[in-house]
C-alpha cells in the first residue's frame, strides 16, 4: 500500500467513532493549556475530500465540548503562504494533521513560514500538534512515504524522505497492525539504525512531551523496533529487489499508559485498572 489511503476509509464512521471514544481526542484537549476554551485548526491537507473530514473532527469536538474549532482548508503551497492562515495558527492552542497522503504535507508545507511557525510554537510554547495517519506519519523528521507492506524486507521498496520535523530520530507508521507493516519499518531501521521505528495499531496514539517521554494512549498497541544493536545487515550488499538479512533488532511492545524514553532508550511498563467497559485508568505506582 502506498501512502494513499482511500476515501471510504477518511470518513467512514465508525472509524471516528471509535477514534473518539477511546479518549485519544479528549487526551489531546487535556494536554491543551486552555482545555475545553481550546482554540482547535484542523489542518486536511493530507486528504482529497477535506470538507467532509474536516467536518467529522468539527462534530467529534464538539461532543468534548471544545467549541473554538474551525477547519484550514489549505491545498496548495500559495494557501499556506496567505497571511490569514498564518494568524490563525498564531491564535491556536491546537493544531490536528488529519489522515490521507503524508507526500501531500511534505510538499505543500516544506521549507514555508508556516511550518517553520508550528515548530516554533512547538519548541517555545505550551502548543499541542496532533496528527492521525498520515498526520502522524509526517510528524518526523525522517517519513516512510511508500511500500508494500508484502515486500518490504525486499531492498528498494521502502521509499523514504523528509518528514514535517516535529521530532528527531524516529520513524511513524501507521495502521500497523491492520496492514502488517511490520517488515516495512524494519526495512527503515536497518536502513538506518539510529532511528527508533514506532508502529502505531488502529485506536491508538502516542503523546510525546518535553521532545522525548512518549506514552501510549488509546486501546490497541504500539510496536517500538531498535535497531541501534543491529549485528550485521546486507541492506547494503544485496541488490534492488532481492531479500534483506537483519541481525540483531530489538522490538519492544506498549500498551495503554506505558513510558518510553527516547533520550534513555529505557521502556517502563504501567499497571492499568478497568474501571467500567472500555475504561482504564493508570494504578498507582506502589499500594498505599
Known amino acids: 500500500m502506498g501512502s494513499n489511503v482511500s476515501a471510504q476509509e477518511h470518513v467512514m464512521q465508525p472509524t471516528y467513532i471509535k477514534f473518539f471514544e477511546k479518549g485519544i481526542l479528549r487526551r ?11 482554540r482547535v485548526e484542523v489542518i486536511t ?3 482529497q475530500i477535506p470538507k467532509l473530514v474536516g467536518a467529522e473532527y468539527i462534530k467529534a469536538f464538539n461532543q468534548l465540548n471544545v467549541t473554538h474549532i474551525n ?10 503562504l496567505k497571511r490569514e492562515n498564518l494568524e490563525r495558527i498564531r491564535k491556536a492552542d491546537v493544531v490536528m494533521f488529519s489522515g490521507g497522503d503524508q507526500l501531500r504535507l511534505t510538499s505543500i508545507f516544506g521549507g514555508t513560514e508556516f ?15 496532533a496528527g492521525t495517519s498520515a498526520g502522524a506519519a509526517a510528524a518526523s523528521t525522517n517519513m516512510i512515504y511508500r511500500g508494500q507492506s508484502n515486500e518490504a524486507l525486499v531492498k528498494g521498496e521502502v521509499q523514504i524522505t523528509a518528514g514535517l520535523g516535529f521530532i528527531d530520530s524516529v520513524f511513524i507508521d501507521t495502521h500497523f497492525v491492520q496492514r502488517g507493516r511490520i517488515g516495512r519499518l524494519f526495512y527503515a531501521v536497518a536502513s538506518n539504525p539510529g532511528v527508533l521505528g514506532i508502529g502505531l495499531g488502529e485506536d491508538t496514539g502516542l503523546l510525546i512531551t518535553e521532545g522525548s517521554i512518549m506514552e501510549a ?39 495503554l499508559f506505558d513510558r518510553f524514553d527516547l533520550a534513555q532508550h529505557k521502556m517502563e511498563i504501567k499497571k492499568t485498572v478497568k474501571v467500567e467497559e472500555g475504561v482504564y485508568v493508570q494504578a498507582p505506582d506502589h499500594d498505599n
Open 115 to 129: 511550518l517553520q511557525l508550528l515548530k516554533r510554537r512547538y519548541r517555545d510554547e505550551h502548543f499541542v500538534i
Open 217 to 255: 494512549i488509546g486501546s490497541g498497541l504500539i510496536i517500538l523496533v531498535d535497531g541501534r544493536n543491529i549485528v550485521q545487515t546486507n541492506i547494503y550488499d544485496v541488490e534492488i529487489g532481492s531479500p534483506v538479512s537483519i541481525e540483531g533488532l530489538k522490538v519492544h511492545v506498549m500498551s
Open 71 to 80: 477547519v484550514l482548508d489549505i491545498r496548495s503551497r500559495e494557501d499556506a
Open 28 to 38: 489531546i484537549i487535556t494536554e491543551s493549556a486552555k482545555h475545553e476554551a481550546s
Open 45 to 47: 491537507t493530507a486528504s
